[in-house]
């Protein structure tokens, strides 16, 4: 466990334990909904002076704060905003490391033990709801492996079409500038020995099957030339396409 995650654990035991000590607390409770409105005032606040590389866990212990209050002022266990836990867990798992959504977990547990001792003494709603939270963190890592590798594979295949892209322009410049200027140029030099072979005054020295083979040897070639032209305006259609 490095410094990042262990600074990271103690911001997320912060946005957590004070909340909790406030919200608990006969004489702030009356204000937890000012407090809510604070807390908001101050992420903004915060979220317009900290750099982009600290607002996503800036924004999370913001969050987390808000939710906690809440939360605790609307019924504790009970509460019918109890659900938003679950909607962090997930939010979490994706952008941080997994040992801090277990300890998310077990710190949003022990408040509520620490807020009501006789919880588990009997199981009702708000029991289940807290043993949910169990539940929810395996399956809250197994989403953000599930995110995680489908984007990693969604940069492959980007990446794998920029390398296409590139193929089929390198493959369409060599076309045009290589490989139909030298066909071209090698027809022309068959077809003048055809025409020359074909003289009166050569007919009579060069048998006719080498003729033939010549004129197959030039049908072959102008063949190839036709196909290096279709290949050509192929490869035009694709990277018009790719570019729209």
Do not use: H
Not at 138 to 167: G, H, R, W
Request: hydrophobic residues 45%; proline residues 4%.
């Amino acid at each position: 466990m490095n410094f990042l995650v262990i600074v990271q654990s103690l911001l997320i035991f912060i946005s957590i334990f004070f909340p909790t000590l406030f919200a608990s607390n006969p004489n702030l409770e009356p204000y937890s909904l000012q407090a809510c409105g604070v807390i908001v005032l101050v992420y903004i606040a915060f979220k317009k002076l900290l750099r982009p590389e600290y607002q996503s866990i800036s924004s999370m212990l913001f969050i987390m704060a808000f939710i906690q209050i809440l939360v605790i002022s609307t019924g504790k266990t009970s509460s019918p905003l109890f659900f938003l836990y679950y909607f962090v867990l997930f939010a979490l798992s994706v952008t941080f490391e997994k040992y801090l959504v277990f300890f998310l977990t077990a710190i949003t547990i022990s408040s509520y033990l620490y807020l009501q001792p006789n919880i588990l003494n009997d199981f009702n709603q708000s029991t289940a709801n807290l043993l949910s939270l169990l539940l929810i963190t395996p399956l809250a890592n197994y989403y953000s492996k599930a995110v995680i590798k489908n984007s990693i594979a969604k940069e492959k295949i980007k990446l794998l079409q920029e390398d296409l892209s590139q193929t089929e322009t390198d493959s369409l410049l060599w076309l045009t500038t290589e490989n139909k200027p030298t066909l071209s140029q090698v027809i022309n030099s068959v077809t003048d020995i055809i025409i020359y072979l074909k003289s009166t005054r050569s007919q009579a020295i060069v048998p006719k099957p080498f003729l033939d083979k010549i004129r197959a040897i030039q049908s072959d070639l102008m063949t190839l030339y036709s196909s290096a032209d279709l290949l050509e305006d192929n490869l035009k259609t694709k990277t018009d396409n790719s570019k729209k």
